[in-house]
């Protein structure tokens, strides 16, 4: 038989995903895409029918993607996603498509 440690907690870690911390690490921003962007864009962002975001991303700027988020482009419809939200997935899209 084996004898396991104890599993202990990350500090910081969020099993919830509502930390609220404002999507400095991403978490949030992971959230809000798979909620409003996996959609279109599956939930890597590269295995939906729409735009291949680790093509698309690395090229533009934070303020390009969010007036993309918002506003919209091409067949991509404006999302009504708050400040915090854009935030949060511009952030993560960073993360993810360096
Ligand atoms: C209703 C489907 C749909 C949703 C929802 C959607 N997209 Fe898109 N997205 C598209 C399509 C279609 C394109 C390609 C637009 C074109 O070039 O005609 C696109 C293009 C893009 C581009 C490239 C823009 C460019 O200039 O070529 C980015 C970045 C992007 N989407 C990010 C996102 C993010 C982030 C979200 C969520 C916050 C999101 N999209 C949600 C359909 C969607």
């Known amino acids: 038989m084996t004898r396991r440690p104890p599993t202990r907690a990350t500090p910081g870690s969020t099993a919830d995903g509502t ?6 690490d991403g978490s949030e921003g992971a959230d809000v ?5 996996a959609g279109c864009h599956g939930a890597d962002g590269n295995s939906g029918s729409a735009a291949d975001l680790s093509d698309e991303v690395p090229g533009k700027s934070d303020s390009e993607l969010e007036s993309v988020i918002l506003n919209g482009v091409g067949s991509m419809p404006g999302l009504a996603l708050s400040a915090g939200d854009v935030t949060a997935v511009v952030t993560y899209l960073r993360a993810t498509f360096p």
């Open 19 to 24: 930390d609220g911390s404002g999507g400095t």
């Open 33 to 37: 895409f798979a909620n409003n962007c």
